[in-house]
Structures are given as structure tokens and as C-alpha cells.
């Protein structure tokens, strides 16, 4: 069961324009984290976000989280051409033990 | 900075061949994962370990098992391997349960 679902799968955008992606998900969370992945790479951790936190801010990210309509955003501002990579959301939460679970991906392409 | 090494970049199998992927962390930490990831399915957890000789399954542990006999290694086996085994196969530790997951770079492995 897919918990995390990145919206939209794709999306191309200048140099330094603003890129947005979204994460939805279904159950009550204890913290999402988000994670970025160039081609052929493993997955870095970007940012975790809890349960009980709004926003949050990391060089040019800010990551967003409303737990009322179980939802997320990642803002990359002035987005540059080595920004172009797959991101990803994950969420973890408690059922007798932390499970977490990643979504799809957003394919992020910045063009020069 | 946690590093986690995975023993190959690329390998390439015959079907019915015993493959082992190991993955090794430097970090102490008490959490390994194994998960494999195709495209439009993103990460999907084969299994997890929390601590020495102790291993869970995953969403899809069939045609894999994993050893753990100390706590920086983490192996994953492919008994025999199959061609829908072909994938991108990536191992992550960290510290504590549902918290921010520190990734090798992943072996893409190829069944013939």
C-alpha cells in the first residue's frame, strides 16, 4: 500500500524559478521526511518535518506539512541545473513498531 | 557523515544463481533496511533489521532472505535468482526506528 503519493510525477521548469511538489498522504504520520535522488544514485535526506511542526526551512527549501488534510509541499527557490534529480516523500509512523513508507517520485527537470 | 557502502555498483547474474548483496554502515546505527526500486514503483522494503541476528519482512520479502550476524553489515540473498529480480537494490540504516534513513548507492543488478 502506497502511503506517500508525490504530485505531480513530473515537472520542468527554467533556472531559477520556483519548483513545487507535493506529497499526500493517508494515515496520521509521527514525522515525513524528504528525500532527493539523482539518476542512478542512492536516496539523500533532505528534510524531516514532525507531526506537530508546519514549516520548515533548509537553505533554499522549505518543506510544509498540514495534518488535516494529511498533505506536504517541497519548495526548492531559484531552482538551478544541478537541482534537476527525483524526489521523494516518506512517511513514518508508529503501528507496534515505525514503519516508513516512500511514494512514487517527483521527476524534477530545471533547464539552463 | 554516515556512510553506507554497498559492495557493488553493478552486477550482472544467471537465473538460478545464489546472488549476495552486501551493505555495510559505519555509523552504529541500530536500524537496516534492503529495498528495491523500479521505475513507477518507487522504494519498496524487501526487509529490515533492528538489531543483530534479528530480521522482519518487508511489503515484498518473497524470493529473499537477509542475514545480520553484526550489527554494520546487512546482507541481502537472492537464493536463486530470477529475471523480475532485475533492479535497482538499495540499503539504508538508521538510527532510530521511523527517523531519517541514511542510503548506499545502490547496485543495479541485472538477471539474465
Known amino acids: 500500500s502506497q502511503q506517500g503519493e508525490e504530485d505531480p510525477q513530473a515537472l520542468s521548469i527554467q533556472e531559477g524559478e520556483n519548483a513545487t511538489m507535493n506529497c499526500s498522504y493517508k494515515t496520521s504520520i509521527n514525522n515525513l521526511q524528504w528525500y532527493r535522488q539523482n539518476s542512478g544514485r542512492g536516496l539523500v535526506h533532505l528534510i524531516l518535518?514532525?507531526?506537530?511542526?508546519r514549516e520548515k526551512h533548509s537553505g533554499r527549501l522549505r518543506v510544509t506539512l498540514d495534518t488535516s488534510k494529511k498533505s506536504s509541499s517541497l519548495l526548492i527557490t531559484a531552482s538551478r541545473a544541478a537541482d534537476t534529480a527525483s524526489y521523494f516523500c516518506?512517511?513514518?509512523?508508529?503501528?507496534?513498531?515505525?514503519?516508513?513508507?516512500f511514494g512514487a517520485g517527483t521527476r524534477l527537470f530545471v533547464k539552463a | 557523515d554516515v556512510k553506507v557502502t554497498q559492495s557493488s555498483r553493478y552486477l550482472v547474474k544467471r537465473t538460478g544463481e545464489k546472488v549476495f548483496l552486501e551493505c555495510v554502515q559505519d555509523?552504529?546505527?541500530?536500524?537496516m533496511f534492503w529495498y528495491r526500486q523500479d521505475p513507477g514503483l518507487g522504494l519498496r522494503l524487501i526487509y529490515f533489521?533492528?538489531?543483530?541476528?534479528?530480521?522482519e519482512k518487508g511489503d515484498i520479502p518473497e524470493g529473499y532472505s537477509v542475514s545480520r550476524e553484526k550489527k554494520e553489515r546487512f546482507s541481502l540473498i537472492l537464493e536463486s535468482a530470477s529475471t523480475n529480480q532485475t533492479s535497482m537494490y538499495l540499503c539504508?540504516?538508521?538510527?532510530?526506528?521511523?527517523?531519517?534513513?541514511?542510503f548506499g548507492p545502490g547496485t543495479r543488478l541485472l538477471v539474465l
Open positions: 555509523m552504529d546505527h541500530e536500524n
Open positions: 533489521s533492528y538489531d543483530v541476528k534479528m530480521k
Open positions: 516518506a512517511t513514518a509512523r508508529n503501528t507496534g513498531g515505525f514503519k516508513t513508507i
Open positions: 539504508a540504516s538508521s538510527l532510530n526506528g521511523g527517523e531519517t534513513q541514511y
Open positions: 518535518i514532525r507531526s506537530n511542526e
